[in-house]
C-alpha cells in the first residue's frame, strides 16, 4: 500500500471523518462525520446550546485522532468494530435517551411551563436543578461507595511469563521458627516492654 500524506490527512480532517477515510479506517470517519453532522442537526432544529460545546470537541478528537491512525495500519473489514458492537451499546442507548429527553424537555415542557411562569423563573428552575445534579453528584463522588475502574482487556490476557510455561518449580513453604518471647503490641517499643 502506497504511503498517505500527512498533509493531506490534516487537510482533509478539517471536515471530521475524511482524514480516516482517506487512511482506510472507513467506519471510523463514518462515526466522526456522522456524529458531527447530527450535532450541528440537534443544535438547529432541538436549539439546544449543550450541542454547541461538542462541536469543537468533536472536531479536535477526530483530527488528533486522525493523526494517530495515520502512523498505523488501517484494518480489514472484519477487524475494525463498528459503533453498534456489544461494548458500546449501553453507552449509546443511554445517550439516545438522554438526547430524546432534552427534545421532549425543549419542544414539548417548555412552552407548556412558559405558559404558567415567566422565563425568568424557568431559569431559576432550571439552574437550581442542575445545581442539585452537581451537588448530588459530588455527595456521590465524595462519600459514596468507590467506583470500580473497568478492567482493560489487555490486562486479562497479562500474566508473569513463569506462570505461563509452567516449567518453573516452586521451593515448598518452609516453616516459621517458633518465638521465644512474644511480639511487642504495635505502638510500643522494645525498651518499654523491658
Known amino acids: 500500500m502506497p504511503k498517505k500524506s500527512k498533509l493531506a490527512t490534516i487537510i482533509l480532517s478539517a471536515l471530521p471523518g475524511v482524514g480516516h477515510m482517506y487512511l482506510g479506517w472507513m467506519q471510523r470517519g463514518l462515526l466522526f462525520?456522522?456524529?458531527?453532522?447530527?450535532?450541528?442537526?440537534?443544535?438547529?432544529?432541538?436549539?439546544?446550546?449543550?450541542?454547541?460545546?461538542?462541536l469543537p470537541v468533536i472536531w479536535f478528537y477526530s483530527l488528533f485522532d486522525a493523526l494517530q491512525c495515520y502512523d498505523r495500519e488501517p484494518p480489514g473489514p472484519a477487524e475494525e468494530p463498528f459503533i453498534w458492537n456489544y461494548e458500546k451499546q449501553r453507552l449509546v442507548g443511554i445517550g439516545l435517551i438522554i438526547i430524546g429527553g432534552l427534545i421532549l424537555l425543549n419542544r414539548l415542557a417548555v412552552p407548556l411551563l412558559l405558559e404558567y411562569f415567566t422565563y425568568q423563573t424557568l431559569r431559576l428552575i432550571t439552574s437550581s436543578l442542575v445545581a442539585l445534579l452537581f451537588i448530588a453528584?459530588?455527595?456521590?463522588?465524595?462519600?459514596?461507595?468507590?467506583?470500580p475502574l473497568p478492567r482493560l482487556q489487555g490486562e486479562k490476557m497479562r500474566q508473569p511469563s513463569s506462570s505461563l510455561t509452567g516449567h518453573e518449580k516452586h521451593a515448598p513453604r518452609q516453616p516459621l521458627p517458633p518465638e521465644s518471647s512474644p511480639a511487642p503490641a504495635p505502638g510500643t517499643s522494645l525498651q518499654e516492654e523491658e
Open 33 to 54: 462525520m456522522l456524529a458531527f453532522f447530527l450535532t450541528i442537526f440537534l443544535m438547529d432544529w432541538v436549539g439546544l446550546s449543550l450541542f454547541t460545546y461538542l
Open 137 to 147: 453528584g459530588g455527595i456521590r463522588l465524595a462519600w459514596g461507595k468507590p467506583i
